[in-house]
């Protein structure tokens, strides 16, 4: 696993973000692929069997990142048989404050179907599927 900016991530796959700094997920041009941020210590479970879930919102402001994320997860429900590729975030900061992004990587073979979206509470989870 080679680390590498957020952008370069998104590259890997295909996917320009919308915008570079709060994006924390894209689509193709041919809207066939979906990539999603996550951070690495929100997985649960072990290699194999991992679910990214979230109840809410939480600490995501609702500013368009926000917006986008939760359009891409239904979007990918609606027009990508559900499954998004995944690029695994490590953070700079202590969980609790404002987070960035340290560095990031493709894990090409970590797809997670979107299992549950709720854009209005920004309610989603995402459970592994091995490649």
């Not at 996917?15 to 994006?23: G, S, T, Y």
């Not at 027009?79 to 990587?105: M, S």
Request: hydrophobic share 35%; aromatic share 10%; charged share 25%.
């Amino acid at each position: 696993m080679s680390k590498m900016t957020h952008t370069k991530a998104f590259q890997t796959y295909g996917v320009q973000p919308r915008n570079a700094n709060w994006n924390w997920s894209g689509r193709s041009a041919d809207g066939k692929t979906v990539v999603v941020t996550l951070w690495m210590d929100e997985f649960k479970g072990k290699a194999g069997e991992m679910v990214y879930s979230r109840p809410d919102r939480g600490d995501w402001s609702d500013g368009p990142g926000f917006r986008f994320f939760m359009e891409d997860l239904s979007w990918v429900r609606a027009n990508c048989d559900g499954i998004v590729r995944v690029l695994v975030a490590n953070p700079k900061d202590e969980k609790g404050q404002t987070r960035k992004i340290a560095d990031c990587y493709p894990r090409e073979n970590l797809v997670m179907p979107v299992t549950h979206v709720d854009p209005t509470s920004g309610a989603f989870t995402l459970e592994q599927v091995v490649n």
